[in-house]
RNA sequence: GGUGAGGUGGGUGAGUGGCUGAAACCAGUAGUUUGCUAAACUGCCGACCGGGAAACUGGUCCGCGGGUUCGAAUCCCGCCCUCACCGCCA
């Protein structure tokens, strides 16, 4: 969430960042800052009434000691009122508080100053777009080849479990591992930390990320213990810096992991959840920075630029969108998309978005550092998937495909051990 | 699952009703000195929300939530969590 001394620092400021989401905030932002006013005097008020009665409380305590009973009895009697006070501004705090809460709650990031305007996919800008459509003699969709080649087993996934867990078995399976393996290498030599965090989380967890409580029915939940399967290993790994106050000395922190993840996606149908388009369970490596304020922009680049550099090495064609306001997500201030192209389906299929929160996130977490003054700021967080499994296999069964079988990519050959799928 | 112990500041850990926002030690930090890859000494050093130009100052916080009391880290109740041993087990 926004922090309120920004918002009451900047109010134009912001009510303009926001706009580039194509909705008008105005009205939030302007109760939000209401509210903390009222916060604020509401506090005043409480304060100086508790004030004055720990006063007096310390003053009976002197006046025991000193055995003068009666006039402790007197300074008793005055202490009823005060506490009915209290009580009644206390309430009234809590009760403001809540209510700003709530109002911060439903305030998206700010965009960040290059984002363009825009509500819909259509307005996102395309900043980059990497080599050719491959020129196939053969076009079938990955759904085809996996059951040609005995990839994966979709139908079978379904009798285990349900539609969209799906089973990779064989070779499928050794591409799934192989790619993985890669990833997390290639991870480690741009200076990341391997982490293999636990992949069901808490209630607290949740909320830190913000998964909790909106998003409560897009993530499988386990009552019993009241845990949440993960969603992304963003939420495990962001969350090791929940509640924590780093010396301006760390940053960079970089942190990579693989975690399957698991997403319930109620309500998507049809055409778009075919084959390996969209999945309850996959897997994913993520990569997540934790930065000083004044370089968050350098390193969402940088970010970029890594991502990028995995999808030219598996020679995919591929092209990177920078997303526009009314299409970022919620706690996102600026994101690119790098979308690769499914030669079969004849579109673009997203394989990973790489986001700067600013410090949206690290305000929900308390994620701190303290900086040259000596006060303690929020940092700012990163992350990005590098990268997303299955819509890269997908489109390296389906951009590859030769009559002779699927050719595997160089890099990977030494992963997986064999450079032909047939 | 059974039994027992316990949750205090970055860490270890003292603290059973007012003098404790909290001893001591470690870590951190600023400086002094001696000098050589460090040591000694001294000062500072929790977080959050307010007021103030500033010096400074009010309030809250000792797992969380309630209660008793003029006053609670300290007493009472509920919850959560951790550890140890036993049982089960990859």
């Known amino acids: 969430m926004l922090q309120i001394q920004d918002i009451q620092a900047n109010r134009n400021a912001t009510v303009d960042r926001l706009a580039k989401r194509g909705k008008d905030f105005t009205t939030l932002i302007d109760s939000a800052i209401e509210l903390d006013n009222r916060r604020r005097s509401t506090q005043v008020e409480l304060d100086n009434v508790l004030a004055e009665s ?3 409380s310390k003053q009976i305590g002197q006046l025991y000691a000193q055995c003068k009973q009666d006039e402790a009895e007197v300074l008793k009697a005055k202490t009823g009122l005060l506490k009915e006070n209290a009580k009644q501004f206390e309430e009234a705090l809590r009760a403001i508080e809540l209510e700003l809460q709530d109002v911060l709650y439903q305030i998206p990031n700010a965009p960040g100053e290059q984002v363009p305007e825009g509500k819909t996919p259509e307005e996102n800008k395309v900043v980059y777009t990497y080599s050719e459509k491959p020129a196939l003699t053969q076009k079938l969709p990955h759904w085809e080849l996996c059951e040609k080649y005995n990839l994966i087993d979709f139908e079978l996934g379904v009798k285990i479990t349900g539609a969209g867990f799906p089973v ?17 290498d ?10 293999q965090p636990p992949i069901l989380v808490n209630e607290a967890s949740g909320i830190g990320t913000g998964q909790l409580p909106d998003k409560e029915g897009q993530m499988y939940h386990m009552p019993v213990d009241n845990l949440y399967a993960i969603p992304t290993a963003e939420v495990p790994i962001t969350n090791i810096y929940r509640d924590i106050i780093l ?5 960079p922190i970089k942190n990579c992991g693989y975690t399957p993840c698991f997403r319930r996606e109620a309500g998507s149908y049809g055409k778009d959840v075919r084959g390996l388009n969209r999945l309850h369970q996959f897997d994913k490596v993520e990569i997540v920075h934790l930065e000083h304020p004044n370089k968050s922009y350098e390193t969402l680049e940088s970010m970029s630029q890594y991502v990028q550099g995995l999808l030219q090495k598996l020679g995919l064609h591929y092209r990177v969108l920078l997303l526009c306001g009314g299409d970022t997500g919620f706690a996102s201030a600026m994101t690119y998309d790098m979308e690769v192209w499914s030669a079969a389906q004849e579109r673009w299929l997203e394989v990973s978005s790489v ?19 000596g006060k303690n700021e929020l940092a700012h967080t990163l992350n990005g998937s590098a990268l997303a499994l299955p819509r890269i296999v997908a489109s390296i069964l389906e951009n590859n495909q030769t009559p002779e079988g699927i050719i595997v990519p160089e890099v990977l050959r030494p992963y997986c051990g064999f450079d032909i799928i047939n």
């Open 355 to 373: 986001s700067n929160f600013e410090s949206f996130q690290a305000n929900r977490l308390k994620l701190r550092f303290k900086n040259e003054n």
């Open 168 to 184: 990779y078995r064989g070779k499928g399976a050794r591409l799934q591992r192989s790619l993985i393996n890669w990833f997390l």
């Open 247 to 251: 010396k301006e000395s760390d940053f």
């Open 54 to 56: 720990n006063s007096i």
């Open 186 to 195: 290639e991870a480690r030599d741009a200076g990341y930390e391997e982490i």
